[in-house]
């Protein structure tokens, strides 16, 4: 399953949110979309997710132009995991990943036995099944960010696309989310998310898309891409790049601690 962007742009108003920003993404691959605050990377997502559709440029999935694409259909293909929330009411875990199936059934019918059988599928598929009856308001941080992934894999939907899925979580619970993520890749699910983590960018993505005010920097895979340079024309700290483990992993010092 693969999305090709070519030539976005997009405005509001009078202002340029996305500036010819173009990426492909290869099948059961991670794609980082690295950058500040307001640089358009929820834009892009919009437009991809046909929330935006009057953008210029095109985006296809799997080789269809997305505005062709009904908003059941394009359902069945791209599901989207927002950062962890808490609802108003307290649903229970298995009715919020249940939410995932109303693209299967019509308007006014009610969870079938298959649909369940996929949200009690996905649970189970990320170690959360024994939260099932548990409300959603009543779990850790970490567990809710897995039950929306949960709920996207009972889509069935092969493209996910993730809002800063590590957003606000403790360090055990961000490599924890990243290996699950890491894994649907090898899957064969494709993931698209947007991040402000080049630690983490560059030891789990296969590609990274850095965003600068609307337009893509540079794009690449992390090893090729993720420089002093780079992390600085970004965040505006400069930064040293150190590699660790014979450039198996890489982490971004601050010079104006570290060269005091």
């Known amino acids: 399953m693969s999305v090709s962007v070519s030539n976005l742009s997009f405005t509001y108003g009078k202002h340029q949110v996305l500036d010819d920003v173009s990426f492909i993404t290869d099948n059961g691959s991670l794609t980082a979309v690295l950058g500040p605050n307001g640089v358009g990377k929820s834009t892009l997502f919009q437009c991809m997710l046909g929330l935006l559709p009057n953008y210029r440029g095109l985006i296809t999935i799997n080789g269809a132009d997305a505005k062709n ?14 950062q962890s929330h808490a609802p108003i009411f307290n649903f229970s ?3 919020i990943v249940l939410m995932g199936t109303s693209a299967q059934v019509s308007a006014v019918s009610n969870p079938g036995r298959q649909q369940i059988e996929y949200a009690k599928s996905a649970l189970d598929r990320l170690g959360i099944y024994h939260l099932k009856e548990r409300g959603y308001v009543r779990i850790s941080g970490g567990e809710r960010q897995l039950v929306l992934i949960a709920r996207a894999l009972a889509q069935n939907a092969k493209i996910l696309i993730m809002d800063e899925p590590t957003s606000n979580l403790d360090y055990g619970n961000q490599i924890r989310i990243m290996t699950h993520i890491k894994n649907l890749t090898a899957e064969g699910y494709t993931v698209i998310q947007s991040t402000h983590n080049p630690d983490q960018t560059f030891l789990f993505a296969d590609q990274v898309l850095a965003m600068s005010n609307g337009r893509v920097l540079r794009q690449g895979a992390p090893r090729d891409v993720l420089s002093d ?3 600085t024309d970004l965040y505006g700290v400069e930064v040293e790049v150190q590699s660790l483990c014979r450039d198996r992993a890489r982490v971004c010092l601050p010079k104006a601690i570290i060269c005091q």
Request: proline share 5%; aromatic share 4%.
């Open 69 to 82: 694409i009904g908003v059941r259909a394009l359902a069945k293909q791209i599901a989207y995991i927002p």
């Open 93 to 95: 875990v298995l009715d």
């Open 229 to 231: 340079a780079l992390i």
